[in-house]
């Protein structure tokens, strides 16, 4: 992991500006991303942090149009290859997905089909993409089970996801994701579910397999210890929104809008038994049409009136940190 | 006929009884799984960072196929399925091995042996034409049971096709396709099978291509279901974040889940088919004479019920076994594929 300056310069592999997508409920409009943009460059990992519900996974799924059905991507542009990937038509989708985005999912024990065996999972893959024979589908299929490090992988590749942990299933997603070499690899909350211990050794793979293959990681989380040490630029979303941006170091450093700063006080401390963990007070507000100004502002201790009539810009504070919050104008 | 009608007319109410249970032990068996693989993984735990992980298995066998071995090994143990599944082989072995087992002929007339009685020359004694009834109901298995099978294989590829997809595609599709299933579910099945054999012309094949024409409603339905609970599992996301296309994922992923539920729709299903059969051949409107069916050889038989009961009684009972056998099959599958029997 090394997060030299001349990579903030790489070439831009994706390039999403003013992404909106809502949910058109039976009265309402429900936005679930009102106007997310960023660059994902060549070898970088972009992380998108922030609490349950406010657009992470969804801007994930946007970008693969897999958003579920009563929501839909209304506007924007997502770049890749020098065609916008939102206006693909949807027949031509199948293309995109597994061979130029590659996705892997929160739960390891319900993203595998119980019922077919590993390597057929994978192979389907080639089979899909790279019109492969049924042989050199299971030949590829055994190469990457080694390559994230299964071992006796020619034996592993006849077994059932019951019959593996939950560590070597996420291990098995990562090769499905991987197994057509995409240029752009989106984890969604990829070690949630797993043990703090197998945490370690999944974010790890990923990044040795990130070095190895060249490819762009977005990673989706509101683990701030998984962002602490993965992260090259760190976009703090709320509600729908980017409210702030800032690379590794600086975020840690210094929060400027004031729920990075609330994200960032809840995380716990070990041994330190008097302080009462922070949480933040109140809800994520309901992302429904009547929500005029900042998103944030019941939560927010430094609330003013301006802050519930207007929607602040996001602005550079300081150089490489942009933050949407009235407190710095 | 109204009576016959109404006896062999597959039991609507009881299908969807069955189906609705059936559903039930599904999701319950996929969790029952799940937690097993959760139990498993705690006790396993996982080891080593990048350098090859320790492989997990679960214990010293190293059962691949865990869900159909299990049940498997419970079906074998339950003396009812053995007997039900011996009983299906001998039928199976008899409709195959016809011509070994006995020196006559299905049409083979003797005029002379005329309602001969039940003997060592003729075990079940002979028709009004002399013909041995034995050898007819031996070569009658034959249509009875590719009836089961092919009629079946029919109304299951419909079924299982038209039900996926209006489970996978939802909206318009689905509405569509589950206005066809309740059409096909409410046709009265005398008139539809009459209208095709008037269509199509009489005989075995067309016999079969009408059941299985109209059995494969309740398959449909099933499936729709099924599919509607496994398209938002997380699996079927992730294929199609991989880029497989909506038949793909059909066939690849959500039919080899329903499996389990099909082959015990399929076992339940057969007898009913084998009952149609016999209906549409009691009529006339199936197989026919010189052909033996069991359903043909009782229609034949009304005429000398009085005299002769032997000649309705032995396809009858040849009816009665073949449908209680596959029926007890049926049941001991499903049992053997609860989850809550799952050790």
Redesign the interface.
Known sequence: MNHDPEKSSGEIVLSVRDLKTYFYLDNTVLKAIDGISFDLRKGQTLCLVGESGCGKSMTALSL?G?VP?PGKVVAGSAIMKGRDILKEKKKN???????DI??I???P?????????IGYQIS??YR??GGLSKDEAREKAIEMLRLV????PE??Y???????????RQRV?IA??L?CDPEVLICDEPTTAL?V??Q??IM??IV?LQQKMGMSVLLITHDMGVVSEMADEIFVIYAGRVVETSDREGMFLKQYHPYSEALIRSIPVIGDKDKELYSIPGMVVKLTDAVRGCAFCDRCPYAQDRCREEVPELKEVAPGRKVACYRYE | MNAFQSIFRRGDGMAAEQAERLAAEQSDRQAAAQNAGEAANKATGSTGANEPCQPETKGPDKSTEGFYRDAFRRLRRNPFAIVAFIIILCLVLAAIFAPLLTPYGYAEQSLKDKWAPCSGTHFFGTDNLGRDIFTRILYGARVSLSVGLIAEMIATTIGVLMGATAGYYGGKIDVIISRIIEVFASFPFMLFAITMTCVLGTGVINCFIAIGLIGWTGMARLIRGEVLRLKNMEFVEAAKANGSSGFRIITKQLVPNCLPTIIVILTMDIPGDILLESTLSFLGLGVQPPTPSWGEMISAAQLYLRQHPGYSIFPGLAIFITILAFNILGDCLRDAMDPKLRR
């Not at chain 1, 989708?93 to 061979?99: E, I, N, P, T, V």
């Not at chain 1, 490090?149 to 006796?152: A, G, K, Y």
Request: charged share 20%; no cysteine.
């Open positions: 693969l897999l059905a989708l199948w293309q995109l997905r597994g061979k590659g996705m999912f929160q739960e024990m319900t993203s595998l089909n119980p019922v077919l065996k389907e893959v899909i993409h490090h299964i071992p006796e034996q592993r006849n077994d059932y996801p019951h019959q593996l942990s939950g560590g070597m997603m499905m994701a197994a043990d211990t197998v370690a050794q790890r793979l040795e």
